[in-house]
């Protein structure tokens, strides 16, 4: 496992994602997570300015982008003081000397060098001079210094790919199709990769290299993915099968964004995407586009829910196809826009005036966002409602091996519009609250269907005919009857991984937690431990046998980064009393830590 | 940044909505819902013009739909009979956007008023109108909130006496048609709920433009704000203040058409009396000026006390649409490159595992 840190103008992300890429053609099973500052360009040198890639790769199958690094490449004094503590004893250390000059050691509060003290004694520490170098290797291009020393993450990239015997073809085409209008600049960057991993052969220091052979993972064709791609595929996969165009109406923001920037690439596919001029325009235009028949969509992060609640209750009411993405983020309010919370479950189930139900899809890894999203489309188009997806920060820049799916395989969403009156007493009138008996969904009708013109809004609805109504009894019956079609979804029953059958604790997770969780059951039961884990894809609907799972375990426990909104909506349906364990860090939980709070849990009942 | 040039064909308002050559009366226009504004509201008068008016363009009533926000006017669908919504206060211009751009065989009408479209809906409207989206957007302004009974708008007079404000109201008042053209619409016009000839005429020429239509109508409220525009309605007095605007002619008004409008200043213009200017001074109308400033400037002859409003259509320009270029893009990107699903999901870079 390894942790590329730097400051956020040294190119960390690129270097953790080229890194990444290598692995990946390798055959190694891989998680990632990036983490990065708000700020475009923090000071330079501080510890706010601090961007770090982690990469874990292996050759078993990968559930977290792991908690602690064995390698932690530290570009200057602020990328080592953050990062060092989650460095165990023994781990390697790959410092650039030539950022550790006193006024970069005192920008971030160290009285003396680190290097030359002993305080980090406990690391293998090896230092490289790594812009000296670059800048050496370099001179021949006739590059100017600056820019020259830019090129020192490629050197980071090469020593690392030379460590783990990387392949280096791959980052050498993409360093020049990336440049390829700057050849110069391409050249500098191919001949500082490689200067790194001549480094690295050449230098006694590194005695040991190592060898990560390809992981076992199941047959077939895998890429590399990260969670806003998978989504954006998602999408353009749900269009394609459902036959319905697709209009993603949005407003830029932190961490959904690239969905929109990956979807405007897709126009071929009969994708819009309309940049509107703030939030609730973005999900109107989405709604706008839902009547009209085609699939509307709108992706945004906490804030921008808010923003959108009231036109998400007229979707409620007009009961229209419509796809809400919220990748969540640090809240509240602006929060910690580039760190991952999955604080927004309450926010996503009752955020709304009045009874408004929507149902909530999960996905609980990169690559499980293709899935989820196609599973969020079918809900919407099947029953006529908005439907919220939840992914966040960490599901949406982390990435992982994605088994490609075949095409010929992805479910038919197909939908049939109304096309001839329907009321039910005769008349020949067209009644667009007319509901189908199985999914309580009502007709889509849309305009330019002759003979079916009706009006639709956010007033209450009379039963059947959709008229304006006030009545007492119909309000009631129309709120019931909304509730009645969210509670009648169909779900897949919740699947319980226990591989010896004899657990007495349950743990139970939704979203990115996923990976963690799995890690740290596994841990446990080496240990002797035996633990139940579900993981659940809907939280609303909940799985229709998720109460007979929560009553058979003697404890049941919800990991959760927020204060216990799971745990509190699973109390409050089942009355079963589950113990909540959170953290709200703006980072994913760490498998050591679940591993601990599981181990504790199961030796209280009594394994 | 570069621009791209588009090179769209030039299409009329109407162009790819379906036709019929069934003949159609004003009745086939109204739905089967009862009429609940109050008595003796403006808005009775423009639902009457508008129905009149709807079967002149020979539509399929089916391709018609009417999107409004929220307040008394906006309950204006549920009286048409064709495909209409009524939405959330404000985003009537956002959801229409969204269903012009994926629906070209639709003409969609926009009703809003003066709180919707220019208080909690102002956003919309503005980058609605930059973006030239082919709405025909119809602002119904009473200068009062009717819904919530009796508060000021924003386009209500400075020191206006209302239930929030019994002090008289701070609040210095929008033109919307100044609003519409400092955002740059393409077409702007104004009318007054009782000249259904006028209104008439705004209206098919709204209609026949292609882009954003911003239509103002002086409505009167009975109930909170009547004879707000009284002043307009007697016939001598209206002679004097209400300057009607036809394109090619020159800009008189009056009782004997004594009064023109001639330039002034820096790009301005203003009133004056023809006998003391001569008629070669009086500007000659032209709604197809690209440069707003002279629209503007027009629309800077309307005073908040009614002394002199300004009527007609003030700007139609041709410009490319949102939702033609939008689709567009789309359609050259089918041509340019097949929809193959398969190709995209696998992508660049992918490697097999095979079994043991």
């Known amino acids: 496992m390894i942790r590329f840190a730097g400051d956020s103008g040294d190119g960390m992300q690129l270097t953790g994602d080229r890194f990444t890429s290598e692995a990946a053609a390798f055959g190694n099973d891989l998680a990632t997570q990036p983490n990065f500052p708000a700020e475009i360009r923090a000071p330079q040198g501080t510890l706010p300015g601090v961007s770090s890639f982690q990469l874990h790769f292996a050759d078993y199958d990968i559930l977290t982008p792991g908690d602690r690094p064995d390698v932690l490449v530290a570009m200057n004094p602020a990328a080592l003081k953050a990062n060092i503590k989650d460095l165990p004893k023994g781990g390697i250390l790959i410092v650039n000397t030539d950022e550790f000059n006193k ?46 020393e830019r090129a020192k993450n490629m050197f980071a990239l090469g020593l690392l790919s030379w460590m783990y015997h990387r392949p280096t073809e791959g980052t050498e085409r993409f360093l020049r199709e990336k440049f390829s209008k700057k050849p110069d600049i391409a050249e500098a960057n191919v001949l500082a990769f490689r200067a790194g991993y001549y480094y690295g052969e050449t230098t006694e220091s590194f005695a040991v290299t190592y060898e990560v052979a390809p992981a076992k993972l199941n047959t077939g064709t895998y890429r590399q993915i990260t969670g806003n791609t998978a989504l954006a595929y998602g999408l353009v996969a749900a269009g394609q099968q459902s036959g319905l165009p697709i209009v993603l109406g ?33 999900i109107g235009a989405a709604l706008g586009a839902s009547y009209g028949g085609a699939l509307g969509v709108t ?93 966040d920060g960490a599901i949406a820049n982390g990435s992982e091996p994605w088994l490609i799916p075949d095409v010929d395989d992805l479910p038919d969403l197909s939908v049939e519009f109304a096309t001839e009156p329907n009321a039910t007493d005769g008349s020949g009138e067209f009644w667009p609250y007319v509901r189908d008996p199985e999914t309580l969904a009502r007709p889509w009708a849309i305009p330019g269907t002759p ?29 019931r009857l909304r509730q009645a079609k969210v509670d009648g979804i169909e779900v897949p029953d919740a699947i319980v991984d226990d591989p010896t059958g004899d657990a007495k604790v349950l743990v139970v997770g939704w979203g990115s937690s996923y990976g963690p969780i799995g ?74 830590e679940l591993q601990d709070v599981l181990a504790d849990v199961i030796k209280g009942v009594g394994a | 940044m570069t621009t791209i040039d588009l090179g769209l064909p030039e299409l009329g308002g109407l162009a790819g909505v379906p036709t019929t050559d069934e003949p159609q009366k004003a009745k086939d226009y109204k739905s089967d819902q009862e009429v609940r504004w109050c008595p003796g509201c403006g808005d009775y ?33 549920y009286y048409m009979n064709t495909y209409g919504m009524h939405s959330i206060h404000g985003r009537a211009p956002a959801i229409a956007t969204g269903l012009a751009v994926s629906r070209p065989d639709l003409s969609v009408w926009v009703v809003t008023g003066d709180g919707d479209a220019l208080s909690i809906g102002g956003n919309h409207l503005i980058h609605t109108l930059r973006r030239n989206v082919n709405l025909k957007i119809l602002l119904f302004n009473n200068r ?50 009782s000249d259904k000839k006028g209104l008439t005429e705004v209206l098919r020429q709204a209609a026949e433009h292609r882009g954003s239509a911003l239509v103002e109508i002086y409505q009167n409220c009975p109930i909170f704000n009547d004879g707000a525009f009284d002043v307009l309605k007697d016939a001598d007095d209206a002679k004097r203040r209400i300057i009607n605007l036809e394109h090619g002619k020159p800009i008189t ?104």
């Open chain 1, 519 to 592: 890690a740290a059951a596994r841990r446990v039961r080496k240990l002797g431990l035996p633990v139940a884990h579900v993981h659940l894809r809907h939280l609303n609907p909940f799985p229709k046998n998720l109460g007979d799972v929560l009553s058979r375990y003697d404890k049941v426990i919800a990991p959760e980064m927020n204060l216990g909104q799971l745990a509190l909506l699973l109390r409050a349906k089942y009355l079963v009393d589950v113990m909540s364990y959170t953290k709200v860090q703006g980072l994913p939980f760490k498998a050591e």
């Open chain 2, 253 to 356: 008004f009056g009782v004997d058409g004594e009064y023109g409008v001639v330039r002034s200043g820096f790009a301005g213009l203003e009133v004056a009396k023809i006998s003391e200017v001569g008629m070669e001074s009086v500007v000659v109308h032209d709604a197809t000026l690209e440069d707003p400033s002279y629209a503007f400037a027009l629309s800077r002859l309307s005073a908040q006390d009614l002394s002199h409003t300004v009527t007609g259509v003030f700007r139609n320009v041709k410009r490319t649409t949102y939702d033609d270029a939008a689709r567009d893009q789309v359609e050259k990107a089918k041509a340019a490159k097949p929809a193959d699903l398969a190709a995209l999901l696998r992508g660049k870079d992918t490697w097999t595992v095979l079994s043991d």
């Open chain 2, 144 to 193: 009062i909130y009717g819904l919530t009974k009796g508060q000021y708008s924003p386009t209500s007079e400075t020191g206006k006496i209302t239930k929030s404000t019994p002090a008289g109201s701070l609040d210095h008042p929008f033109n919307p048609v100044s609003l519409a053209l400092g955002a740059e619409a393409s077409f702007v016009g104004r009318a007054l709920d």
């Open chain 1, 250 to 282: 949005t407003y830029p923001i932190t961490p959904a964004s690239d969905i929109l920037h990956e979807l405007s690439k897709h126009k071929n596919f009969g994708i819009t995407t309309l940049q509107a001029e703030d939030e609730i325009a973005g």
């Open chain 1, 103 to 148: 006024r970069n050691l005192v920008k971030v509060g160290y009285a003396t060098n680190p290097l030359e003290d002993d305080s980090l004694a406990d690391f293998q520490v090896h230092e490289v001079a790594m812009a000296t170098i670059t800048i050496g290797a370099l001179e021949e291009t006739g590059l100017g210094k600056k820019d020259a």
């Open chain 2, 45 to 77: 008068i423009v639902l009457n013009a508008v129905q009149s008016f709807l079967p002149s363009l020979g539509l399929k009533r089916e391709n018609i739909v009417f999107v409004s926000g929220i307040g008394c006017s906006s309950r204006f669908p």
């Open chain 1, 451 to 479: 003979g079916l013109q009706h009006r639709i809004g956010g007033l209450e609805k009379a039963d059947n005919t959709g008229n304006i109504s006030y009545e007492p009894d119909n309000h009631d019956r129309m709120v």
């Open chain 1, 299 to 391: 992706s945004t992060s906490g804030p921008g829910i808010a923003l959108k609640s009231e036109t998400i209750g007229l979707a409620v009411m007009t009961e229209l196809p419509l796809l809400i993405i919220d990748v969540q983020r640090g809240g509240p309010s602006t929060g910690l826009p580039t760190k991952t919370e999955q604080s927004d479950l309450l926010q996503a189930m009752f955020g709304r005036n009045g009874e408004s139900p929507v149902p909530i899809v999960s996905p609980r890894s990169p690559s499980d966002c293709f899935d989820a999203a196609m599973d969020a489309v079918r809900i919407a188009l099947t029953y006529r409602t908005p439907v919220l997806l939840l992914s």
